[in-house]
């Protein structure tokens, strides 16, 4: 869906360059995240795709379409974009705001009316009431709905996201998180998002390409780069709780093991990561029975079953 | 004092309304033409940032001059009449409508830009879509001091022969006359403050909603 090849860019007066052969392919429905420390070339990458930023050499293709030959106002027509700072028009309503694009390309005004009270819906905002009101009389959390709602008005099968919940509260970031998680379900979309908080990464990315000094040093799952990184900066960069990480990305269920369990052995959910099964057991438990939606048990969970469950295949 | 004024005007209705008449014309047709070159200007500046530090010390100097100097500079340059104080008039309104709509311009968030530019507006649809509604109250600030200085600043004509309500002033103050000096004087002071009031109206309706102080 979309395609790097060999991407360069260097700014004018820049003694380095930002991007540096960058190659990166996206599938269809993928969330790609793009992490590294800041000047790392991650945002500019992201740009370039919709070409605020024009690259000095390689290729950019979306949906099979090299973008050098696109015009670019239609281009980013085509493709969602959301920002940290939202950049909400405050002279227009939340309605008008979530119109923009929709009105761009010339929708009926029923249409646009229809379209915008469902997105207003789809992001838990009242249509009724919230779509009158201005943006300054939002919250953080609130802006950034209606910044992804605009972005998603005229349906784009793409998103460009530059660290849209970056300057949230860390309660309101893990909320707009999971709503955002919840909403791909239905929605299939194609995205890059740039974010520097490696957990955010490792939640939503289905590929994470970790960037330093315009060169992606890693481009895997979050299971396998937490597993295997390439190098030593990405081994620091996923932290020094990377074993822990990788637990909370697997569930108890699909771990469990016949295990002889005690009488009155604490009872756990499949779908709970092992990251929070491993802290029950060192809270108290020898051992955790794990069950399915039905409550039956369908194995137990050990200190020596989670230990196996970071071993790399085969070993 | 203010009976003496009233019956000079009312026994010379033929001059107090031609003076009227030229100060309005005069007052008007200046603020048209500067607005139609500092806010186009102004725009035009705003693009290139080169030149908007040129334009803005410009205006910055151009403030600074005493109304009576630049329309004594204009004076040997073009000589007395009309079209002389018309054109110092306009060099008056230019600065504060050029510094206003920068000011304006400048007001506007950079993320708001970059999001619309992103999500596919043309270069003239940010324009007319974004950044003139969210500086339009700026510029209309700009337009209200100019147009009060150019109301006061029309009296100045006068001395180089552009007509208004500066004539019965100046000849007020050559023959001690103070009843004719009020002719000029309550007529100009009652126009400044109405050009005050009405571009202060309009300034507040033209504030988008979404922009208004609560």
Not at chain 2, 41 to 69: D, E, F, M
Request: charged letters at 20%.
């Amino acid at each position: 869906m979309i395609l790097l090849e060999r991407v360069r860019k260097r700014f004018a007066g820049a003694s380095a360059p930002a991007v540096d052969d960058v190659s990166l392919e996206v599938a269809r429905g993928e969330i790609c995240v793009l992490i590294g420390p800041s000047g790392c070339g991650k945002t500019t990458t992201m740009r370039m795709i919709n070409r605020m930023i024009e690259p000095d050499g390689g290729r950019i293709l979306v949906d099979g379409r090299d973008i050098a030959q696109a015009d670019p106002v239609e281009l980013r027509r085509g493709i969602g974009y959301v920002i940290q700072q939202v950049g909400l028009f405050p002279h227009q309503t939340i309605a008008e705001n979530i119109a923009t694009v929709p009105r761009l390309l010339g929708w009926a005004p029923a249409r646009i009316a229809q379209r915008v009270a469902a997105l207003l819906a789809l992001v838990h905002m009242d249509p009724a009431r919230d779509g009158r009101r201005y943006p300054r009389a939002l919250s953080g959390g609130q802006k950034q709905r209606i910044g992804v709602a605009r972005a998603l008005a005229a349906d784009p099968p793409v998103l460009l996201m530059d660290e849209p919940f970056g300057a949230l509260d860390p309660l309101t970031r893990a909320a707009l998180q999971d709503e955002f998680l919840r909403l791909l379900r239905e929605l299939s979309k194609t995205i890059v998002f740039v974010t520097h908080d490696i957990d955010e990464a490792l939640k939503l990315g289905t590929r994470i390409a970790v960037m330093r000094a315009g060169r992606v040093l890693q481009y895997d799952t979050p299971a396998r780069l937490l597993a295997q990184p390439a190098d030593a900066f990405v081994e620091s960069f996923v932290g020094g709780d990377r074993a822990l990480k990788r637990l909370g990305l697997m569930t108890a269920g699909a771990h469990a093991r016949a295990l002889h369990l005690p009488e009155h052995a604490r009872r756990v959910a499949a779908d709970t990561p092992l990251r929070d099964a491993l802290s029950l057991l060192l809270d108290d438990a020898a051992a955790l029975a794990v069950t399915d939606a039905q409550g039956r048990v369908i194995g137990g969970l050990s200190l020596e079953t989670i230990r196996a469950a970071l071993a790399p295949p085969g070993a | 004092m203010f009976l003496d004024a009233w019956r000079y005007a009312a026994s010379h209705p033929q001059a107090f309304w031609t003076a009227l008449g030229v100060h309005v014309l005069l007052s008007a047709a200046a603020l048209a033409i500067a607005a139609g070159i500092a806010i186009p200007g102004a725009l035009a500046a705003h693009r290139r940032p080169a030149w908007s530090a040129w334009v803005t010390n410009g205006a910055n100097i151009g403030r600074t001059l005493p109304s009576l100097a630049v329309l004594a500079l204009v004076m040997p340059l073009l000589g007395t009449g009309f079209a002389p104080s018309l054109f110092a008039l306009t060099l008056l309104a230019l600065p504060p409508i050029v510094q206003n709509t920068l000011a304006g311009l400048r007001s506007v968030d950079p993320d708001v830009v970059d999001a619309a530019r992103g999500m596919g507006m043309a270069q003239r649809e940010i324009l007319r879509r974004v950044e003139m509604p969210i500086a339009l109250p700026a510029v209309f600030a700009g337009l209200r001091t100019a147009a009060v200085q150019v109301v006061s600043g029309a009296v100045l004509a006068a001395f180089i022969g552009g007509g208004g309500l500066g004539d019965f002033i100046t000849a007020g103050i050559a023959m001690m006359a103070l009843p004719q000096l009020l002719v000029g004087a309550i007529p100009v002071t009652l126009l400044a403050l109405g050009v005050d009031y009405a571009f202060g109206a309009a300034q507040r309706r033209l504030t988008p909603a979404g922009l208004r102080t609560p």
